[in-house]
């Protein structure tokens, strides 16, 4: 009994021993012979490769970062014609200074007085509004002075002038937008004359046309105008008011008196001479008008700068705003109104005034919402989707709240120019902010 027990126990570690046997060899056929592959953990050798590949992919990423940075985006460049708002140009917020002239004689400690500067850094949120505004003046007048030709209608060059204009300053209500309408007077007419609806005047060759337009932001004015002449013999005229109004310029500054300033502009004005179809005029100052001082939404701030003499002995202070315009003659050198009014606005230190009439009650409302104190025109009013609404502002006109301003006119035939800039009596310096290459 005991040897059978022991050859069934052998038999069975036998059967016991091949079964292992045929176990490992399958394992080592799936693992490609090799009997540890399975359990033994990785070893860095074998992943050498795959960590340097890894490391240079890395690197090769960091290397494409590195040079995105370098390269920085070229600065956007306006388009021809302008359609890029200025304030995408300038991305810092910072806007180009006009020119600067220093102040002279008694004045000359304000260049490096060091409570003026601080005085102008305090103020240049309000610096860069205005020069924002000169910004889109001078890139506007720039395209409009490429485009006019004879044979175009006015209020076309007007509604391409103003559309670009709303386009550049980004208009929003009252706090951006067109200062007052264009103006674009012809010939005798000096200043306040813009096409109202259907108007069908052409501009001819032998016009000489005051291109007098304005902007603003947050209520700060830049009131700047040129005049186009396409025939070569009013160059003389032209010529006259462009060094008056330099002059103006050149004398105006803080503690100036109004009427030095206005002598000094007839001086040079009527030193010139220019002939027209054989005819010799002497150019003539505009006794009547004025330039005048500007404050936020108030085009005429209550200061006139004359441009003969004979004006008030008013001073000229530190921080105004003026606009320093002439105009040049060949008629009379006196103006009158005349013609169909264009020009509006509302009076500044106006009350409240009951109104009985129900349609210039919500006019004055819709001119207050778009306008407020600054000037506008009856096209503007249409733009808006005003209909008959002349018997409610002739109402608005009589009782005070809204002023018209119709064409001012020299005498039939003659001609006249005008040329304008708005400066600032910064605390150290003078600033004329409207200054382009142009003029």
Same mark, same amino acid.
């Given at each position: 009994?005991?040897?059978?027990?022991t050859?069934?126990? !052998?038999?069975?570690l036998?059967?016991?021993?091949?079964?292992?046997?045929?176990?490992?060899?399958?394992?080592?056929?799936?693992?490609?012979?090799?009997?540890?592959?399975q359990?033994?953990?990785?070893?860095?050798d074998?992943?050498?490769? /795959?960590e340097?590949?890894?490391?240079?992919? /890395?690197a090769?990423?960091?290397?494409?970062?590195?040079?995105?940075?370098?390269?920085?985006?070229d600065?956007?460049?306006?388009?021809?014609?302008?359609?890029?708002p200025?304030?995408?140009?300038?991305?810092?917020?910072d806007?180009?200074?006009?020119?600067?002239?220093q102040?002279?004689?008694?004045?000359?400690w304000?260049?490096t007085?060091?409570?003026?500067?601080?005085?102008?850094?305090?103020?240049?949120?309000?610096?860069n509004s205005?020069?924002?505004?000169?910004e889109?003046?001078r890139?506007?007048?720039?395209?409009m002075r490429?485009?006019?030709?004879?044979?175009?209608?006015?209020?076309?060059?007007?509604?391409?002038?103003? +559309?670009?204009?709303?386009k550049?300053i980004?208009?929003?209500?009252?706090?951006?937008?067109?200062?007052f309408?264009?103006?674009?007077?012809? +010939?005798?007419?000096?200043?306040?004359?813009?096409?109202?609806?259907?108007?069908?005047?052409?501009?001819?060759y032998?016009d000489v046309?005051?291109?007098?337009?304005?902007?603003?932001?947050?209520?700060?004015?830049?009131?700047?105008?040129?005049?186009v /002449?396409?025939?070569?013999?009013?160059?003389?005229?032209?010529?006259? !008011?462009?060094?008056?109004?330099?002059?103006?310029i050149?004398?105006?500054?803080?503690?100036?008196?109004?009427?030095?300033?206005g002598?000094?502009?007839?001086?040079?004005?009527?030193?010139?001479?220019?002939?027209?179809?054989?005819?010799?005029?002497q150019?003539?100052?505009?006794?009547?008008?004025?330039?005048?001082?500007?404050?936020?939404?108030?085009i005429?701030?209550?200061?006139?700068v004359?441009?003969?003499?004979?004006g008030?002995q008013?001073?000229?202070?530190?921080?105004?705003?003026?606009a320093?315009?002439?105009?040049g003659?060949?008629?009379?050198?006196?103006?009158?109104?005349?013609?169909?009014c264009?020009?509006?606005?509302?009076?500044?230190d106006v009350?409240h005034?009951?109104?009985?009439?129900?349609k210039?009650?919500?006019?004055?409302?819709?001119?207050?919402?778009n306008?407020g !104190?600054?000037?506008?025109?009856?096209r503007?009013?249409?733009?808006?989707g005003?209909t008959?609404?002349l018997?409610?502002?002739?109402?608005?006109c009589?009782?005070?709240?809204?002023?018209?301003?119709?064409?001012?006119?020299?005498?039939?035939?003659?001609?006249?120019?005008q040329?304008?800039?708005?400066?600032?009596?910064?605390?150290t310096?003078?600033e004329?902010?409207?200054r382009?290459?142009?003029?």
């Open positions: 009994m005991a040897g059978g027990s050859d069934a126990v !052998t038999k069975e036998e059967a016991l021993h091949v079964e292992q046997t045929e176990t490992k060899e399958k394992v080592m056929d799936s693992n490609g012979g090799d009997p540890g592959a359990s033994s953990p990785p070893e860095d074998d992943d050498g490769p /795959a340097d590949g890894a490391a240079v992919s /890395a090769a990423k960091k290397k494409k970062k590195k040079s995105k940075a370098k390269k920085k985006k600065p956007l460049q306006q388009t021809d014609p302008p359609s890029i200025v304030d995408e140009l300038f991305p810092s917020g806007f180009p200074e006009g020119e600067i002239q102040y002279m004689d008694d004045n000359l304000r260049t007085s060091e409570e003026k500067r601080e005085l102008e850094r305090l103020q240049k949120p309000m610096y205005v020069r924002r505004a000169a889109v003046h890139q506007v007048r720039k395209y490429s485009i006019v030709k004879p044979g175009m209608l006015m209020i076309e060059l007007c509604e391409t002038l103003e +559309n670009m204009v709303r550049l980004k208009e929003n209500g009252l706090q951006a937008g067109i200062a309408p264009t103006g674009c007077s012809l +010939n005798w007419v000096a200043a306040h004359w813009t096409p109202n609806s259907g108007d069908k005047t052409v501009l001819q032998d046309m005051k291109l007098d337009f304005g902007t603003h932001i947050d209520g700060r004015i830049v009131d700047c105008a040129f005049t /002449a396409f025939n070569p013999m009013f160059d003389p005229l032209l010529q006259a !008011t462009k060094d008056a109004t330099n002059t103006g050149k004398e105006a500054g803080i503690d100036a008196r109004l009427c030095d300033v002598a000094a502009i007839q001086e040079v004005m009527e030193s010139y001479e220019v002939e027209i179809n054989g005819k010799v005029f150019v003539k100052s505009v006794r009547n008008l004025n330039g005048h001082s500007i404050g936020p939404y108030q005429h701030a209550g200061k006139s004359p441009i003969v003499k004979g008030e008013t001073k000229m202070e530190e921080g105004e705003f003026y320093i315009e002439t105009f003659s060949t008629g009379k050198g006196f103006v009158r109104e005349d013609l169909e264009s020009h509006y606005m509302k009076n500044f009350g005034v009951p109104l009985r009439v129900a210039a009650k919500q006019l004055l409302g819709t001119i207050n919402n306008f !104190t600054l000037a506008f025109c009856r503007y009013l249409d733009r808006i005003e008959k609404y018997m409610a502002l002739k109402n608005l009589d009782v005070g709240i809204i002023q018209p301003y119709p064409p001012l006119c020299d005498v039939r035939g003659s001609y006249v120019s040329f304008e800039h708005t400066i600032l009596l910064r605390p310096c003078k004329v902010i409207s382009g290459d142009d003029y």
